[in-house]
């Protein structure tokens, strides 16, 4: 608002015959500024304030463009903004007088206005017919969106096909939610309209699955995953509402696919498409290389649009004729039914618990061998992102001078008490849970270590190390393991066929200069490493730990653990793990950044990360936390052990090679091993304060060693001793001939 004051005041300066006109293009500007200032604001007064000015700058605008005949796109887009504050306010049928004055200018200078123009207005004119109860109308207004300017009077009850979509795939994406919407709310009388409700939902999820395959940059599937944020909580609250009005468990699974829909869209395509890759014969790998070059030239040139367009075609077409089963994988979209999940992804004694958090709801699925169902608790975002804070603002109540303090112990308590009562114990109040919980977070639930979370508090005063003895954290009754989709477990669960990584595992334990601020010397990190060679005698050990040495291992071995120093940056590309350092002086040649991790394939069926903080980055909506962890799942690496928040080495040095133990040599889950080793950690009470044990989690597939992985680890012992036998054998026969 000050640049644009800033804006306004100059232009007053300057006596053109341009002033007036500058001066309401800046205030279309502020009004769109005082409008996201009221849809942000919590307090209402300052709330009906903000709604107040963006109204009268939008009325100020469209007054002064509806008499300039070169500006009659700008007088439409006001109406457009005008209207978008009306319905705000709740003034709905200003807001459909205005937007219907945009619509009569649109129709006397048609051919010389931009079309979206048109859809917009029928969109917003519809959603305001909509909150009048005038669903018929409302119906029309939409259709007319549909279409465009090209929509004749006849109404049209069907839906046009997904080609018909891609002039302005977002537009379409709210149009088919909105056409949803008040068929759902036409059902109430008509219950044949749950029918045509339905068929709206199912072309918007066919659009979203079409969209996706055909967006081939990563920034591109992340601008989209924010922007579904603005329709999907709709579109989930209505199918939900089908399924509690009428038990049928058809909607039940519509609804679990809206939210899967909303959660590691670009990374479960990734994933999806890598392991896609083993069904591409190499002359269409190639081909399909070349069309990505192309693709990235055509978006800094229009003249090569056409061309690559027709590409894509010729592309597609030799998919589906050469390589049917990439083609179906690319084009259906992620449908990963809940039946699928009972029957092949979890185990007996697993469930999956899956997050979906609206305004003011908390939505919860279970999925386990028994049942699927859904449970939602009235509790806003806003309220779940503070007992989120709470918790880890209080993990460790020791003060600098070494003292506790015991009003932090309490607020860990509350918050860890608070949160377990919403996420888990309402769910096990009506529900059997089994002792393993596959965890699929949404919104800040991402930064949360569910493993430290209360099941009761023992004792009248603050006191953590009681309530270890009493047995009262989460992790000392069940195993927690965690995953950014139900969709993104199945695929970390899939064995690559074209990779046949030795199953050993491979220690880096990076050097850094004593001398260093930035990076620091690790003191427990050789503690941590000895102590893992002592229970995994055949481990190896990198000499310096160089990024080198890591990725030449990373094409041998199935198994990598890393301790290291890892930073986490405002510019999620720009966080990284650092590797060797020769000196005092920063050498950022040894950094392997986020971004790296895009252009490499990890094949690794677990990378342990006791460097700080690998789970943590910039949010995005639709996405989740943008991580180190993330990158190294969109790499294609089925598991890994990261850290939420700057771990204490001292715990990860006790508790890792415990791990180990319990996965490599007993062979147990990964997920079984790790709390197994939380628990003994405990039992030492030593380090209770959940800062040292809780925030290393596993995330993705928590399979214990494979049959065939542990074979190939005695493939070349087998192959040597049948050589020997062969050459044994002709010697006999030399001997017995001669």
């Known amino acids: ?53 963006a109204i009268s700058s939008f009325s100020s605008t469209k007054e002064y463009f509806q008499n300039d005949q070169n500006g009659m796109d700008l007088f439409v887009q006001s109406c457009i903004n005008l209207g978008g504050a009306f319905e705000f306010s709740g003034q709905y049928q200003k807001a459909i007088e205005v937007l219907q004055t945009g619509i009569d200018s649109f129709i006397k200078n048609e051919g010389s206005l931009p079309s979206d123009l048109f859809t917009q207005l029928h969109l917003n004119l519809g959603t305001n017919l909509y909150r009048m109860n005038k669903m018929e109308d409302a119906l029309i207004a939409y259709d007319k969106a549909l279409y465009g300017p090209q929509y004749k009077d006849k109404f049209k009850t069907g839906l046009p096909p997904l080609s018909h979509y891609s002039r302005d795939y977002q537009t379409s994406l709210v149009l088919l939610g909105s056409i949803g919407r008040v068929r759902l709310k036409q059902s109430y009388t008509d219950p044949d309209m749950m029918v045509l409700a339905n068929a709206a939902y199912d072309t918007l999820f066919s659009l979203i699955n079409y969209m996706r395959s055909n967006l081939t940059d990563d920034r591109a599937k992340l601008i989209l995953a924010e922007r579904s944020q603005e329709w999907l909580p709709d579109a989930f609250a209505d199918i939900k509402e089908l399924y509690l009005r009428t038990g049928n468990p058809y909607y039940l699974e519509q609804a679990f696919q809206i939210s899967e829909q909303g959660k590691a869209f670009a990374l479960l395509e990734a994933s999806r498409l890598k392991n896609a890759t083993d069904l591409l014969p190499e002359q269409l790998i190639r081909a399909q290389e070349e069309l990505m070059k192309a693709e990235i030239l055509a978006a800094k040139s229009d003249s090569l649009k056409e061309q690559t367009q027709k590409l894509k075609l010729e592309f597609q077409s030799r998919l589906k004729k050469e390589a049917p089963a990439y083609f179906a994988l690319k084009y259906r979209g992620p449908e990963l039914r809940t039946t699928e999940i009972q029957t092949q992804l979890i185990d007996s004694n697993q469930a999956i618990l899956s997050y979906f958090i609206e305004d003011s709801v908390l939505n919860i699925f279970l999925i386990s061998r028994k049942e699927i169902a859904l449970d939602t608790l009235h509790i806003s975002r806003s309220e779940l992102s503070e007992w989120v804070d709470s918790f880890r603002t209080n993990l460790n109540p020791i003060q600098a001078d070494g003292s506790l303090d015991t009003r932090r112990v309490e607020s860990f308590l509350l918050s860890a008490h608070q949160l377990y009562r919403h996420l888990i114990g309402s769910v096990a109040g009506r529900h059997s849970l089994p002792e393993r919980l596959i965890i699929i977070p949404d919104g800040p639930l991402a930064d949360l270590s569910f493993d430290a979370l209360l099941i009761r508090q023992s004792g009248d005063k603050p006191d953590l190390p009681a309530q270890v003895r009493e047995r009262n954290f989460l992790v000392q009754h069940h195993v927690i393991s965690y995953c950014f989709s139900a969709g993104l477990l199945q695929e970390m669960n899939r064995k690559s066929t074209k990779t046949s990584l030795s199953p050993q595992l491979a220690l880096f334990a990076p050097r850094f200069d004593p001398g260093s601020t930035l990076l620091p010397y690790l003191k427990n990190q050789e503690k941590e490493v000895e102590a893992i060679r002592g229970l995994v005698p055949d481990a190896s050990v990198s000499d310096q730990g160089t990024k080198e040495s890591f990725l030449v291992a990373s094409q041998k071995n199935a198994y990598l653990h890393l301790c290291a ?22 050498d950022s040649s040894q950094f392997f950044y986020l971004s790296e991790l895009y252009r490499h394939r990890l094949d690794q069926d677990l990378i342990t990360l006791t460097a700080c903080e690998t789970a943590l980055g910039q949010h995005r909506s639709g996405e989740g936390n ?58 030492e009470g030593k380090g209770v304060y959940p800062e040292n044990w809780a925030g290393m989690i596993l995330i993705g597939s928590s399979t214990a060693p494979s049959l065939l992985q542990e074979s190939t680890k005695y493939e070349l012992w087998i192959g040597s001793l049948a050589l020997l036998l062969l050459v044994a054998w002709g010697v006999m026969m030399l001997k017995k001939r001669n």
Do not use: M
Request: charged residues 25%; glycine residues 4%.
């Open 1 to 53: 608002l000050q640049t644009i004051s800033r804006g306004i005041n100059l232009v007053e300066k300057n006596q053109t015959d341009q002033k007036e006109f500058d001066i309401q293009y800046l205030r279309i500007s502020e009004g769109k500024v005082w409008l996201d200032s009221a849809k942000y604001s919590r307090q209402v007064q300052l709330c009906t304030d903000c709604i107040q000015k």
């Open 565 to 586: 120093h890892g930073f986490v940056s405002s510019d999620p590309d720009s966080s990284f793990i650092a590797f060797y350092q020769k000196t005092a002086q920063a």
């Open 626 to 683: 943008i991580s180190l962890a993330r990158g190294f799942a969109y790499a294609g690496v089925k598991s890994f052990i990261t850290t939420l928040w700057k771990i204490q080495t001292e715990g990860a040095a006790r508790i890792i090679p415990s791990f180990y133990d319990h996965f490599l040599n007993q062979k147990l889950p990964k997920d079984v091993a790790l709390a197994l080793s939380k628990r003994a950690y405990l039992e």
